[in-house]
């Protein structure tokens, strides 16, 4: 009887010194440490629908800048998640680098030289006119700013990642890309042709649909409770052969001179947030 | 029989010790209920936790949330953790009790304040203080300051707008702040190169060998000015600091003339380098800061002539006295790691 209650006794107090360093351990953690770090903020893109248009250029494009206006409609499932589609529609121009080789190119086409004519170079050049993508953005920083200890504004960051898409074009003419069986014999009569080993008039076959990988990284620069600064940086990612040349030395252009190639565009929008009014957290 | 009772009352007395002991040490796990918006928590007998002091105060530690604490000042009395006038006399302060706070009516808040100073009129001498809510600073003050503080800044770059040629270098600013928004600083750049895709394709493609400059290194001395600063918070938790600042410079750079054919020598360009450019700093610590930044280096390089053979431009002096010349934007990207120097500083004026 007595070791019984001697051992419940010896129970109890373990039993009680274990809850009270348990309370005493969680009383010593910090209240707030897993409190959320902003409250009664302004919930400025939860559950709300976007539209930007916006205007977005090429960073850096190798033969041709593409530059145009689109729109982005985004709807935001919560605070910190979104889904959206963008397209732009584009024009091209040359870059400096295209300007300044054409010049030294000959006038006329000269199989003798290897070299591309003048126009043989410009035809086989892609274009942009619309491109896109349809993706899912991460917006995992938010904050505000003071410029110059006047203006006080909100902005967040965002990331974004999807499926690019964009529909190429070029236009070489049968009188300028002539030749019908790139790096391929024919038969003329008993004769058999050899490949003509001249990429320049092959057909640039860098035209068309092509699907690819979207990769975007952006901020929202908030102007007031519906209106922001949209400024992204947009990396399209697609099979392209952007001079519709041979790329791979073999002397023929086929589909095997494209390659992934990426588009890094630089954009800038004007998003209207709908509904106008917003909601704050607890 | 007997002393057997009597051991039995003494566990039971030492279990009774122990449970109040661990109801005491145990209460604030438990919580009381959120502290209601501008109503003081009502007490429920003994569960209630009376004033906090005993438990809390001892302890030295600064309970923010009455809702975990269960600390309610108008509260009633519990028996609980020990009651005490720790609440009300340890200086805690009340976020939410509506009751707590100061009148909202300036106009009220400063008659009374005209009867407090009227009262002191009578005691002594008269001090006369303007009382307004413009007086109340409501924005905290910057997490880090700068002023009189050196920025060491290690750093590497790529440039970001050349087709042909990729630059990567390496550098280093050193920066020191005349005040938390102004510094001036020199810094100097050491280049290595790669050649672009299309430095290979436009000569395989269009025949054309590419007339291409290395930069070898560069130097200035610049001014920055933070005009923006902002918070933001990650993932909802964590708040990280950061500021916007803009650079302007004047210095000197290399650049040295990469020969189309080997057989003829390149040569070497002395350049005079305005420099403008934007960047981000994140404070990762008092002495530590993430930066980002792109800077756009002006010059007027000169390039290989288009013409050189063994009768023309075939030296390195003859090739440089006809170069081609063209004005250059040469956009670096840069990310660095900053360390300040004091590695702490002091506030000057109160929170």
């Known amino acids: 009887m007595r070791t019984y209650q001697t051992l419940l006794a010896s129970l109890v107090v373990l039993s009680v010194a274990g809850t009270a360093h348990e309370a005493a351990a969680e009383r010593r953690q910090n209240s707030l440490a897993k409190d959320v770090a902003v409250r009664h903020r302004k919930l400025l893109v939860k559950n709300r629908f976007e539209i930007a248009p916006l205007f977005e250029s090429t960073i850096n494009a190798d033969f041709r800048h593409v530059v145009g206006g689109g729109i982005k409609l985004e709807y935001h499932i919560s605070d910190k998640l979104s889904i959206g589609v963008i397209g732009v529609a584009s024009a091209s121009l040359n870059t400096g680098l295209v300007d300044k080789i054409v010049p030294t190119l000959e006038t006329s086409t000269n199989n003798a030289t290897r070299e591309p004519s003048q126009t043989e170079f410009l035809d086989h050049l892609n274009s942009m006119p619309f491109h896109g993508a349809a993706y899912l953005s991460l917006t995992p920083w938010y904050g505000k700013l003071a410029a110059f200890s006047q203006a006080y504004v909100a902005f967040d960051f965002y990331f974004q990642a999807g499926v690019a898409f964009a529909q190429l074009k070029s236009d070489c003419p049968p009188t300028v890309c002539t030749d019908k069986t790139p790096g391929q014999s024919t038969m003329s009569g008993m004769d058999t042709i050899p490949p003509d080993d001249n990429p320049n008039n092959d057909a640039p076959l860098n035209d068309g649909s092509r699907l690819g990988l979207y990769l975007g990284g952006g901020i929202h620069v908030f102007l007031n409770d519906f209106l922001a600064l949209d400024l992204t940086v947009r990396d399209y990612a697609f099979s392209d052969n952007p001079s519709g040349v041979d790329y791979n030395a073999d002397r023929f252009v086929s589909q095997d001179d494209s390659r992934f190639l990426h588009h890094l565009f630089f954009g800038a929008g004007l998003s209207v947030m709908l509904p106008t009014k917003v909601k704050r957290t607890q | ?351």
């Open chain 2, 1 to 351: 029989m007997k002393p057997l009772r009597m051991r039995a009352s003494k566990s039971l007395l030492f279990v009774t010790l122990a449970l109040m002991a661990s109801t005491a040490l145990a209460a604030p796990k438990k919580g009381a209920p959120p502290p209601s918006k501008g109503t003081p928590s009502k007490g429920k007998g003994g569960s209630t936790p009376a004033p906090a002091g005993g438990s809390g105060a001892a302890g030295g530690e600064v309970e923010m949330d009455g809702g975990d604490s269960g600390a309610k000042p108008k509260a009633g009395g519990g028996a609980g953790s020990g009651a005490g006038g720790g609440s009300a006399g340890g200086g805690e302060i009340e976020m939410d009790d509506e009751q707590n706070k100061a009148p909202t009516d300036l106009a009220a808040d400063l008659a009374a304040s005209d009867a407090q100073q009227a009262a002191a009129a009578k005691q002594g001498p008269t001090v006369k203080t303007p009382l307004s809510w413009k007086d109340i600073v409501v924005v905290i003050r910057k997490p880090f300051l700068k002023v009189r503080r050196t920025e060491l800044n290690p750093f590497v770059g790529t440039s970001m707008n050349d087709n042909m040629v990729r630059s990567y270098s390496m550098g280093g600013e050193l920066a020191y702040y005349l005040t938390d928004v102004l510094a001036i600083g020199i810094e100097g750049n050491y280049y290595q190169h790669v050649f672009n895709e299309p430095f290979d394709l436009v000569a395989r493609q269009a025949r054309r060998l590419p007339t291409v400059n290395q930069y070898n290194w560069s130097g200035a001395l610049d001014f920055h000015y933070v005009p923006v600063y902002g918070k933001f918070a990650v993932l909802d938790h964590r708040l990280i600091t950061w500021e916007a600042f803009f650079v302007a410079g004047i210095g000197a750079g290399q650049s040295e003339v990469i020969p189309r054919d080997t057989k003829f020598p390149g040569f070497t360009n002395f350049l005079i380098q305005p420099n403008v450019g934007a960047g981000m700093r994140f404070f990762l610590a008092k002495w530590v800061t993430l930066n980002f930044g792109i800077r756009d280096y002006v010059f007027y390089d000169h390039f290989e002539p288009v013409d050189r053979s063994t009768t023309m431009n075939a030296s390195a002096a003859d090739a440089a006295a006809h170069a081609d010349g063209a004005l250059i934007n040469n956009i670096m990207f840069q990310i660095g790691v900053s360390f300040w120097l004091p590695t702490s500083f002091e506030y000057t004026t109160f929170r």
